[in-house]
Nanobody
Framework: QVQLVESGGGLVQPGGSLTLSCAAS????????MRWYRQAPGKQRELVAT???????NYADSTKGRFTISRDNVKKTVYLQMNSLKPEDTAVYYC??????????WGQGTQVTVSS
């Protein structure tokens, strides 16, 4: 059974930092593209960052220079280091493991709130 479990969300002040983690089980983690998405209230889910199986990375324009995605294939975990957080980063953050349209899995989400 495939499981993706996110952790690390919480309340942080503007300008602060958080690191999200997503631990995977039941998948051949190293071959999957790993992605972080987020969804703010009343908005569509948006892609935040991607790391390929070859460790190439890509970021949404709104997060470039502030967020860093990384992966540990031994621990089967993907991370999202978030710096210089802004109120508009407030959202539920979701982890996605994607190999194909038939092999794509989601975590349950973790809330990130940026507020003073």
């Amino acid at each position: 059974q495939v499981q993706l479990v996110e952790s690390g969300g919480g309340l942080v002040q503007p300008g602060g930092s958080l690191t999200l983690s997503c631990a995977a089980s039941g998948v051949a983690f190293s071959v999957y593209y790993m992605r972080w998405y987020r969804q703010a209230p009343g908005k569509q889910r948006e892609l935040v960052a991607t790391i390929t199986s070859g460790r190439s990375t890509n970021y949404a324009d709104s997060t470039k220079g502030r967020f860093t995605i990384s992966r540990d294939n031994v621990k089967k975990t993907v991370y999202l280091q978030m710096n210089s957080l802004k109120p508009e980063d407030t959202a539920v953050y979701y982890c996605n493991a994607h190999y194909s349209d038939m092999l794509s899995y989601w975590g349950q989400g973790t809330q990130v709130t940026v507020s003073s």
